[in-house]
């Protein structure tokens, strides 16, 4: 168990709508990243946020958004969802902004867009 | 264009054996590397990491060695055991921020220790 939840663990929703997925990071750390896993294009980096404030953007769709909340928990929001979005979601979670620190992964929420 | 590359997408190595998995990369800017280790139904976990001033770093059965001229990164595992039969993902990051700071990873490497 590293610490990082992630809900919920399933989603299954249809094209066109919005979902949210909501990360939890451990005790203690800044830092929360967004990472998507598909099956052809492995796991990919969306966003980064730290203590607050978006600290980094990787390959997030317009479509995409995110925040982190004052107690350091983040959201991350997908709208207008396209089959293709269809996904594991991972949040990740490190003690300072700096990304060669490790990051603590998260169980994932897997999404499915029918 | 993928900036970590990890070719072999399985492979297979007895209990007890050495386990070698490998990893190329292609942008210069990358300055700190780690391996993460996965189970299914489970995030990455992550098992070890060099930077790109040391050439090699050890913990337990587990040695990386980094090939800076060359791009090349590899996970040595001594000895192999059944437990370590998961998918093994190769990541980089720069430390100066002109990037993106979160992981770029490879595609993963499903290593499977046969009995």
């Known amino acids: 168990d590293s610490g990082v939840t992630q809900t919920p663990k399933h989603l299954i929703t249809a094209t066109g709508q919005r979902v949210t997925l909501r990360c939890s990071p451990r005790?203690?750390?800044?830092?929360v990243y967004w990472y998507q896993q598909s099956l052809d294009q492995g796991l990919q980096f969306l966003i980064q946020y730290y203590n607050g404030e978006e600290r980094a953007k990787g390959n997030i769709l317009e479509r995409f958004s995110a925040q982190q909340f004052p107690d350091l928990h983040s959201e991350l929001n997908l709208s207008s969802l396209e089959l293709g979005d269809s996904a594991l979601y991972f949040c990740?979670?490190?003690?300072?902004?700096?990304?060669?620190?490790?990051?603590?992964f998260g169980p994932g929420t897997r999404l499915t867009v029918l | 264009d993928q900036q970590v590359k990890q070719n072999s997408p399985s492979l297979s190595v007895q209990e007890g054996r050495i386990s070698i998995l490998n990893c190329d990369y292609t942008?210069?800017?990358?300055?700190?590397f780690l391996w993460y280790k996965k189970y299914p139904a489970e995030g990455p976990t992550f098992l070890i990491s060099i930077s790109s001033i040391k050439d090699k770093n050890e913990d337990g059965r587990f040695t990386v060695f980094l090939n800076k001229s060359a791009k090349h990164l590899s996970l040595h595992i001594v000895p192999s055991q059944p437990g370590d039969s998961a998918v093994y993902f190769c990541a980089a990051s720069t430390y100066s921020g002109g990037g993106a700071d979160g992981l770029t990873f490879g595609k993963g490497t499903h290593l499977i220790i046969q009995p």
């Open positions: 990740a979670s490190s003690p300072r902004g700096r990304s060669y620190n490790e990051q603590f």
């Open positions: 005790s203690g750390d800044l830092s």
């Open positions: 942008n210069s800017m990358f300055d700190y």
